[in-house]
Protein backbone atom coordinates (compact mmCIF):
# COMPACT_ATOMS: atom_id res chain seq x y z
CA UNK A 1 0.00 0.00 0.00
CA UNK A 2 1.36 3.64 -1.46
CA UNK A 3 2.02 5.68 1.54
CA UNK A 4 3.15 9.22 1.06
CA UNK A 5 4.86 11.72 3.98
CA UNK A 6 5.96 15.19 3.84
CA UNK A 7 8.27 16.36 6.39
CA UNK A 8 8.46 19.24 8.39
CA UNK A 9 4.68 19.46 8.92
CA UNK A 10 5.19 23.12 9.09
CA UNK A 11 8.45 25.47 8.41
CA UNK A 12 9.07 29.04 8.96
CA UNK A 13 12.08 31.05 7.81
CA UNK A 14 13.16 34.16 6.72
CA UNK A 15 12.20 35.41 3.23
CA UNK A 16 15.05 35.46 0.96
CA UNK A 17 16.21 32.24 1.70
CA UNK A 18 16.33 29.04 -0.38
CA UNK A 19 14.24 26.16 0.82
CA UNK A 20 13.34 22.46 0.34
CA UNK A 21 10.40 20.25 1.05
CA UNK A 22 10.22 16.59 1.24
CA UNK A 23 8.17 14.27 0.29
CA UNK A 24 8.95 10.21 0.75
CA UNK A 25 6.99 7.26 -0.42
CA UNK A 26 7.09 3.60 0.23
CA UNK A 27 6.38 1.75 -3.25
CA UNK A 28 8.81 3.32 -5.95
CA UNK A 29 6.06 1.88 -9.10
CA UNK A 30 4.42 5.70 -9.27
CA UNK A 31 3.13 6.90 -12.11
CA UNK A 32 3.79 10.41 -11.45
CA UNK A 33 3.93 13.11 -8.70
CA UNK A 34 2.37 16.34 -8.42
CA UNK A 35 3.02 19.06 -5.86
CA UNK A 36 0.12 21.81 -5.07
CA UNK A 37 0.00 24.40 -3.10
CA UNK A 38 -3.17 25.25 -0.87
CA UNK A 39 -4.16 28.69 0.46
CA UNK A 40 -6.09 28.89 3.60
CA UNK A 41 -9.59 28.54 2.86
CA UNK A 42 -9.06 28.18 -0.82
CA UNK A 43 -8.42 25.08 -3.80
CA UNK A 44 -5.64 23.76 -4.70
CA UNK A 45 -2.80 25.16 -7.40
CA UNK A 46 -0.58 22.47 -9.16
CA UNK A 47 2.73 23.51 -8.91
CA UNK A 48 4.66 21.17 -10.90
CA UNK A 49 4.20 17.27 -12.27
CA UNK A 50 7.00 14.98 -12.49
CA UNK A 51 6.11 11.97 -15.03
CA UNK A 52 7.73 8.61 -14.08
CA UNK A 53 10.10 8.41 -16.50
CA UNK A 54 11.30 12.14 -15.66
CA UNK A 55 13.98 13.56 -12.83
CA UNK A 56 13.27 17.03 -12.52
CA UNK A 57 10.61 19.67 -13.56
CA UNK A 58 11.25 23.61 -13.31
CA UNK A 59 9.15 26.72 -12.96
CA UNK A 60 10.25 30.26 -12.05
CA UNK A 61 11.44 29.68 -8.17
CA UNK A 62 10.59 26.09 -8.24
CA UNK A 63 12.01 23.12 -8.81
CA UNK A 64 10.75 19.68 -8.25
CA UNK A 65 13.02 16.32 -8.48
CA UNK A 66 11.89 12.74 -8.33
CA UNK A 67 14.28 9.88 -7.07
CA UNK A 68 12.19 6.99 -7.37
CA UNK A 69 14.75 4.19 -6.60
CA UNK A 70 14.87 6.23 -3.02
CA UNK A 71 11.17 6.95 -3.04
CA UNK A 72 11.72 10.57 -2.52
CA UNK A 73 11.03 13.86 -4.32
CA UNK A 74 12.24 17.38 -3.53
CA UNK A 75 10.49 21.10 -3.83
CA UNK A 76 12.89 23.80 -4.42
CA UNK A 77 11.91 27.38 -3.33
CA UNK A 78 14.65 29.52 -4.35
CA UNK A 79 14.36 33.44 -2.79
CA UNK A 80 11.51 32.85 -0.75
CA UNK A 81 8.99 35.79 -0.33
CA UNK A 82 5.88 36.17 2.04
CA UNK A 83 3.77 35.41 -1.08
CA UNK A 84 5.03 31.46 -0.91
CA UNK A 85 3.35 31.42 2.55
CA UNK A 86 1.10 28.31 1.70
CA UNK A 87 0.91 24.63 2.39
CA UNK A 88 2.45 22.54 -0.13
CA UNK A 89 1.07 19.41 -1.02
CA UNK A 90 2.64 16.24 -2.66
CA UNK A 91 0.38 13.82 -4.41
CA UNK A 92 2.09 10.66 -5.55
CA UNK A 93 -0.23 8.93 -8.64
CA UNK A 94 -1.04 5.10 -8.30
CA UNK A 95 -2.20 5.26 -11.52
CA UNK A 96 -2.93 7.78 -14.21
CA UNK A 97 -6.16 8.13 -12.46
CA UNK A 98 -5.51 8.39 -8.84
CA UNK A 99 -3.30 10.45 -6.65
CA UNK A 100 -2.19 9.14 -3.07
CA UNK A 101 -1.50 12.38 -1.01
CA UNK A 102 0.54 13.52 1.51
CA UNK A 103 -0.22 15.52 4.71
CA UNK A 104 1.70 18.71 3.80
CA UNK A 105 3.62 21.10 4.91
CA UNK A 106 2.54 24.63 6.23
CA UNK A 107 5.22 27.19 5.11
CA UNK A 108 5.28 30.58 6.58
CA UNK A 109 8.06 32.57 5.10
CA UNK A 110 8.70 35.84 7.63
CA UNK A 111 9.02 39.08 5.96
CA UNK B 1 -12.52 31.62 -18.01
CA UNK B 2 -12.26 29.36 -14.92
CA UNK B 3 -11.07 26.31 -15.56
CA UNK B 4 -12.77 23.78 -13.01
CA UNK B 5 -15.65 25.47 -11.09
CA UNK B 6 -18.39 24.25 -7.84
CA UNK B 7 -21.38 25.96 -6.42
CA UNK B 8 -22.16 26.60 -4.09
CA UNK B 9 -19.48 27.41 -2.47
CA UNK B 10 -20.26 27.44 1.24
CA UNK B 11 -23.26 25.14 2.13
CA UNK B 12 -24.82 24.88 5.94
CA UNK B 13 -27.39 22.63 6.94
CA UNK B 14 -28.82 20.25 9.16
CA UNK B 15 -28.46 16.88 9.66
CA UNK B 16 -30.92 14.46 7.30
CA UNK B 17 -30.96 16.99 4.58
CA UNK B 18 -29.96 16.21 1.27
CA UNK B 19 -28.11 18.57 -0.31
CA UNK B 20 -25.89 18.62 -4.20
CA UNK B 21 -22.86 20.14 -4.98
CA UNK B 22 -22.12 20.87 -8.50
CA UNK B 23 -18.89 20.69 -10.85
CA UNK B 24 -18.18 21.90 -14.01
CA UNK B 25 -14.92 21.84 -15.93
CA UNK B 26 -14.37 23.70 -19.03
CA UNK B 27 -11.06 22.18 -19.41
CA UNK B 28 -12.04 19.33 -22.24
CA UNK B 29 -10.70 16.61 -20.03
CA UNK B 30 -12.37 13.14 -19.91
CA UNK B 31 -11.50 12.78 -15.98
CA UNK B 32 -13.24 13.98 -13.36
CA UNK B 33 -12.88 13.49 -9.28
CA UNK B 34 -14.45 13.97 -6.35
CA UNK B 35 -12.59 14.42 -3.22
CA UNK B 36 -12.64 15.27 0.63
CA UNK B 37 -10.69 16.87 2.82
CA UNK B 38 -11.64 16.34 6.74
CA UNK B 39 -10.46 19.01 9.51
CA UNK B 40 -6.97 17.66 9.62
CA UNK B 41 -6.29 19.37 5.98
CA UNK B 42 -6.17 15.78 4.50
CA UNK B 43 -7.40 14.92 0.89
CA UNK B 44 -8.93 11.60 0.37
CA UNK B 45 -10.47 10.31 -3.05
CA UNK B 46 -13.80 9.79 -3.31
CA UNK B 47 -14.53 9.17 -6.73
CA UNK B 48 -13.65 9.20 -10.38
CA UNK B 49 -15.26 9.17 -13.70
CA UNK B 50 -13.74 8.94 -16.93
CA UNK B 51 -16.19 9.63 -20.13
CA UNK B 52 -19.44 9.37 -17.55
CA UNK B 53 -18.30 6.14 -16.45
CA UNK B 54 -17.57 5.64 -12.66
CA UNK B 55 -13.89 3.98 -12.57
CA UNK B 56 -12.75 5.12 -8.81
CA UNK B 57 -15.42 4.23 -5.66
CA UNK B 58 -13.53 4.59 -2.28
CA UNK B 59 -15.33 3.77 0.63
CA UNK B 60 -17.85 6.07 0.46
CA UNK B 61 -21.34 5.78 2.16
CA UNK B 62 -23.77 5.35 -0.41
CA UNK B 63 -25.62 8.11 1.20
CA UNK B 64 -22.93 10.01 -1.14
CA UNK B 65 -24.17 9.62 -5.01
CA UNK B 66 -22.03 11.22 -8.38
CA UNK B 67 -24.07 11.89 -11.52
CA UNK B 68 -21.80 12.65 -14.65
CA UNK B 69 -24.46 13.80 -17.15
CA UNK B 70 -22.00 15.03 -19.43
CA UNK B 71 -18.13 14.62 -19.60
CA UNK B 72 -17.74 18.31 -18.53
CA UNK B 73 -20.19 18.01 -15.34
CA UNK B 74 -19.95 15.46 -12.18
CA UNK B 75 -22.30 16.62 -9.21
CA UNK B 76 -22.58 15.15 -6.09
CA UNK B 77 -25.82 14.56 -4.07
CA UNK B 78 -25.27 13.52 -0.39
CA UNK B 79 -28.54 11.92 1.17
CA UNK B 80 -29.28 11.98 4.92
CA UNK B 81 -26.75 14.46 5.86
CA UNK B 82 -24.38 13.63 9.26
CA UNK B 83 -22.45 15.68 11.15
CA UNK B 84 -19.23 13.47 10.29
CA UNK B 85 -19.75 15.05 6.47
CA UNK B 86 -18.74 18.45 7.77
CA UNK B 87 -15.73 18.94 5.65
CA UNK B 88 -14.25 20.83 2.20
CA UNK B 89 -15.14 19.07 -0.80
CA UNK B 90 -13.08 19.67 -4.21
CA UNK B 91 -13.92 18.45 -7.55
CA UNK B 92 -10.80 17.96 -10.01
CA UNK B 93 -10.09 17.17 -13.68
CA UNK B 94 -7.44 15.59 -15.95
CA UNK B 95 -6.74 13.97 -18.98
CA UNK B 96 -5.14 10.74 -18.34
CA UNK B 97 -3.75 10.05 -21.50
CA UNK B 98 -1.84 13.66 -21.72
CA UNK B 99 0.11 14.40 -18.91
CA UNK B 100 -2.61 13.17 -16.07
CA UNK B 101 -2.17 16.48 -14.52
CA UNK B 102 -5.14 17.55 -11.76
CA UNK B 103 -6.71 20.51 -11.86
CA UNK B 104 -8.84 21.44 -8.90
CA UNK B 105 -11.57 23.50 -8.37
CA UNK B 106 -12.23 26.56 -5.44
CA UNK B 107 -14.19 23.49 -3.14
CA UNK B 108 -17.32 23.51 -1.24
CA UNK B 109 -17.12 23.80 2.44
CA UNK B 110 -20.21 22.18 4.28
CA UNK B 111 -20.93 22.15 7.41
CA UNK B 112 -24.15 19.97 8.97
CA UNK B 113 -25.12 21.11 12.38
Known amino acids: KQEVTQIPAALSVPEGENLVLNCSFT??????LQWFRQDPGKGLTSLLL???SQREQTSGRLNASLDKSSGRSTLYIAASQPGDSATYLC??????????WGAGTKLIIKP | DTAVSQTPKYLVTQMGNDKSIKCEQN?????MYWYKQDSKKFLKIMFS???????INETVPNRFSPKSPDKAHLNLHINSLELGDSAVYFC????????????FGPGTRLTVT
Open chain 2, 92 to 103: ASSQPDRSGEQY
Open chain 2, 27 to 31: LGHDT
Open chain 1, 27 to 32: DSAIYN
Open chain 1, 50 to 52: IQS
Open chain 1, 91 to 100: AVGKSNYQLI
Open chain 2, 49 to 55: YNNKELI
